[in-house]
């Protein structure tokens, strides 16, 4: 009988013999696979909470498995190893370090949210992988990565100017991640911009670009949403401090 999801089995647990004979019979090879079991013992039971604190993760609680999020998946299609359905699982039970063992490719998600649309309970597990990421970001188990710095660059700007203005946006991001400001994509867009826009419309971007406009009324916006940023803030600050507590007390 062929496994269920064998894609999910660490290579090291199967386990097979090359020659094997049981009453006569020959079970060599694929016939004798079995699974090595294992036993846990590194629970994380507070691992549910934490993710769900992070923007996108809250509502990680209502999955029941049924697997139409990894069924409808772009980044699954191409790697079975991609798996929004399994993460969620593990985050449910606690099992953190296996978790970790994906958490290079965790990241890749697209956010093309074809999971989200699917998915019976509303869990929304684009924004589950997006908690997922940024708690591993935050528990400094990977490196913070390039959509974080652009995240936090576009995120930076919106709040001090109320609008988005691309070319700083752009530099920010670039410097951020080490990247020369002079890349052939760039300078072929900037090239069709210039060719392809009215001449006013390109004054006023350039203007915008050297005068940084702000939104008119914008101080009791920036300062609502500040309030609201330091509390969560402050919730999240308490959930992850409330886990190392416990788990060094
Ligand atoms: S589609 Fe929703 S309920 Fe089903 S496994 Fe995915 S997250 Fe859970
Ligand atoms: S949003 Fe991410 S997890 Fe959901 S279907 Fe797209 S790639 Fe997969």
């Not at 139409?68 to 399994?86: E, G, H, Q």
């Not at 998600?109 to 074809?114: N, Q």
């Not at 940084?212 to 959930?239: C, H």
Request: glycine share 6%; with cysteine.
């Amino acid at each position: 009988m062929p496994i269920h999801e064998k894609s999910l089995i660490r290579p090291e647990n199967l386990r097979e013999h090359d020659k094997l004979q049981i009453d006569g019979v020959d079970v060599s090879g694929p016939w004798s696979t079995f699974i090595e079991s294992r036993v846990v013992n590194d629970y994380n039971e507070h691992l549910e909470e934490e993710v769900a604190a992070f923007p996108g993760g809250s509502f990680i609680h209502r999955c029941w498995q049924c697997g139409a999020c990894t069924n409808s998946c772009t980044v699954n299609a191409i790697n079975p190893d991609f798996n929004p359905r399994y993460w969620i699982y593990l985050v449910r039970l606690g099992m953190e370090q296996e978790l970790l063992r994906d958490k290079d490719i965790i990241w890749q998600c697209v956010s093309c949210h074809k999971c989200t649309h699917v998915c019976p309970r509303d869990v929304e597990p684009e924004g589950v992988m997006k908690a997922l990421s940024h708690w591993l970001e935050h528990k400094g188990h990977t490196p913070k990565s390039s959509s974080q710095h652009f995240d936090e660059a576009f995120f930076e700007q919106v709040l001090e100017t109320g609008k988005i203005e691309e070319g700083r946006l752009i530099r920010k991001f670039f410097k951020r991640t080490s990247q020369p400001l002079k890349q052939d994509w760039m300078v072929s867009m900037v090239k069709g911009l210039i060719n392809g826009l009215p001449f006013t419309l390109l004054t006023k971007l350039g203007l915008s670009t050297l005068l940084r406009p702000k939104t008119s009324g914008w101080k009791r916006s920036k300062d609502s949403i500040q309030e609201l940023i330091q509390m969560r803030e402050q919730e999240r600050k308490e959930v992850l401090q409330k886990n190392n507590t416990e788990s060094h007390g």
